[in-house]
């Protein structure tokens, strides 16, 4: 099943289009309404590095700040391997370090949740190429 960029929250879109610029993997979406009251829905990825990580955090607080969605904060500690970015009602986004995420396993945790992998060609805007006339017969 696949979940369509237009039928999610600002946040949510948001969110993930800078998680599959930044090379995030594994993105995953977790519908919690009527689950949790903390929140609607996770956004969970696993990051390579801690360098990584830090860069995802300081662009999803960049582009929220410019989009003007507010947040609550983040919560993130060198050594870690996981952080998370909170925006609210709507969303918190959890990132993780491959082995960070098997350990804490909020698939496992929040199976009730509706879970969907999100793809990045929905989310992310590839620049068109101009196809080359190289192989047009004249």
Known sequence: MT????????SIQLGASILFELR????QLIDL????????????ATCESEAQMQAILNE???????NKIP?????????????VFDAG????VHLFE???????????????????TLEE???VKKAETKKSDDNELV
């Open 3 to 10: 979940t369509k960029q237009q039928d999610l929250p600002e």
């Open 24 to 27: 995030a993997q594994e993105v």
């Open 33 to 44: 309404r009527g689950i949790k009251d903390v929140t609607d829905f996770f956004l969970v």
């Open 60 to 66: 999803l607080h960049k582009e929220f700040k410019a």
């Open 71 to 83: 947040t609550v904060g983040v919560e993130y500690k060198e050594g870690v391997r996981w952080a």
């Open 89 to 92: 009602l709507d969303l918190m």
């Open 98 to 116: 491959e082995e960070k995420r098997a350990e804490i396993s909020l698939d496992r945790l929040y199976a009730d949740g509706k879970i969907v």
């Open 121 to 123: 060609k929905d989310f």
